[in-house]
């Protein structure tokens, strides 16, 4: 047994249970503070968590179409998930809930296609899922992740021209790098999605939990951005 075979599923278990904790951090400060973001937050991270569980599973051999739908829906939902996280810091309610209600109609289509498509295994090469969703699934799955990626950039740079916030750019970085690896996943780059999990997740990580005191301490006035964030 080689060091890639040894790597690749201890790399997939790192990047699960990080990303589940990241995601059961989320939920428990949602449930603590009220804050939607933190359920978004939590919620998105939870779906990455799921997206590296099943890459682990097939590349440990199981394979069937279901595992493959689950993974081609959750390539778009994480990124749609995230996206409504980062609309808190665009204070406009109007677009907060028109958004929101656009990217769970477009979630739900692109759930629905996907578990009615059968797909096949030879999606999975070498362990790898690396074949191309239908080209219907592309496209439908295109009307989430795109916009999604836009609301994600725009987030951030909202947020960091009110108030530079080291935390704030990590984790906004690492989001549209998730985001980024979705939308050239759906766009037949599927090898992006498993590098874009991997640096997002850093940048992310380095967001929530690095020197949480001097980014508050840093800018009061950003305050109610970082709990939104």
Not at 21 to 47: K, P, T, Y
Not at 65 to 82: C, E, H, K, P, R
Not at 92 to 117: D, K, M, N, P, Q
Not at 203 to 212: E, Q, R, T
């Amino acid at each position: 047994m080689d060091a890639l075979t040894i790597g690749v599923p201890l790399s997939l278990v790192a990047l699960t249970t990080i990303l589940g904790a990241l995601s059961v951090r989320g939920l428990v400060r949602f449930v603590r503070q009220r804050a939607l973001a933190q359920l978004m937050w939590g919620g998105g991270l939870g779906f990455a968590a799921l997206a590296t569980g099943v890459e682990l599973v097939v590349y440990l051999g199981v394979v069937n179409g279901l595992l493959l739908q689950v993974y081609v829906f959750l390539s778009a939902a994480i990124v749609g998930v995230l996206s409504l996280g980062s609309t808190h810091v665009i204070r406009s309610e109007r677009f907060r809930t028109g958004y929101s209600g656009y990217i769970l109609a477009a979630c739900s289509l692109v759930g629905g296609l996907t578990f009615t498509t059968p797909l096949s295994s030879t999606m999975v090469v070498q362990g790898v899922i690396s074949g191309n969703p239908p080209v219907d699934l592309i496209v439908v799955s295109c009307l989430v992740t795109i916009p999604a990626t836009f609301v994600l950039l725009g987030a951030v740079v909202v947020a960091l021209r009110r108030s530079f916030r080291w935390r704030t750019l990590m984790m906004g970085i690492g989001a549209c790098v998730l985001a980024g690896g979705g939308a050239l996943y759906i766009a037949s780059f599927p090898v992006a999605l498993y590098y874009s999990e991997f640096i997002g997740i850093i940048f992310i990580f380095v967001g929530l939990v690095s020197l949480p005191h001097i980014a508050s301490a840093a800018s009061p006035v950003g305050r109610p951005i970082g709990k939104g964030v």
